[in-house]
T-cell receptor, first 113, second 114 residues
Framework: EDKVVQSPLSLVVHEGDTVTLNCSYE??????LLWYKQEKKAPTFLFML????IEKKSGRLSSILDKKELFSILNITATQTGDSAVYLC?????????????FGDGTTLTVKP | DGGITQSPKYLFRKEGQNVTLSCEQN?????MYWYRQDPGQGLRLIYY???????QKGDIAEGYSVSREKKESFPLTVTSAQKNPTAFYLC?????????????FGPGTRLTVL
């Protein structure tokens, strides 16, 4: 059974702090690892990672994948209250029949002013 | 405007009744997915479909059924056999080309069984 584990489950920081969110996985037929941000309802896409060691960056957010150690991290620098959300990690796998994503339980980030 | 829609936003049902949740997309995506989310938890896969007239069970398919008669539509029926149906249900779609595994999500349906 495919498994994705995120840590910590929740985190409270103050504006301006830097945070690191972790995602480890054990799956078969790995294709990619994806990060999503969920504020109220629908998750929105942040990054897709397929290769080890290549950092993806978007503003204050960055992410990297280690396929040997089977984990990824999501970094947020200079946090703002608008970064408060649940951050979901998902691993996309594909066998001969179909592809699907397995999600972790998410990390709830609260950024205080 | 391309996107994925779910209806209704909120749904209340009495215990023992079947209920169908709607999901429609106009992104021309082949793949569609249904997830369930409980408070403080991530998304758990119920059913998924890569192509019309074909679908696979996810991790928690018991008590649910789906159909995929059209590419644009993937309705989910929550049956009376589902022991704990109250939850937030999310529908998603994606390409199947292999290059982009990003899923696009609908706004969700919050189902409450009384």
């Amino acid at each position: 059974e495919d498994k994705v584990v995120q840590s910590p489950l929740s985190l409270v920081v103050h504006e301006g702090d830097t945070v690191t969110l972790n995602c480890s996985y054990e799956v078969t037929n790995f294709r990619s690892l994806l990060w999503y941000k969920q504020e109220k309802k629908a998750p929105t896409f942040l990054f897709m990672l397929t290769s080890s060691g290549i950092e993806k960056k978007s503003g204050r957010l960055s992410s990297i994948l280690d396929k040997k150690e089977l984990f990824s991290i999501l970094n947020i620098t200079a946090t703002q209250t608008g970064d408060s959300a649940v951050y979901l990690c998902a691993v996309y796998t594909h066998n001969t029949n179909a592809g699907k994503s397995t999600f972790g339980d998410g990390t709830t980030l609260t950024v205080k002013p | 405007d391309g996107g994925i829609t779910q209806s209704p936003k909120y749904l209340f049902r009495k215990e023992g009744q079947n209920v169908t949740l709607s999901c429609e997309q106009n992104l021309n995506h082949d793949a569609m997915y249904w997830y369930r989310q409980d408070p403080g938890q991530g998304l758990r896969l119920i059913y998924y479909s890569q192509i019309v007239n074909d679908f696979q069970k996810g991790d928690i398919a018991e008590g649910y059924s789906v159909s995929r008669e059209k590419k644009e539509s993937f309705p989910l029926t929550v049956t009376s056999a589902q022991k704990n149906p109250t939850a937030f249900y999310l529908c998603a779609s994606s390409e199947t080309s292999g290059r982009n595994n990003e899923q696009f999500f609908g706004p969700g349906t919050r189902l409450t069984v009384l």
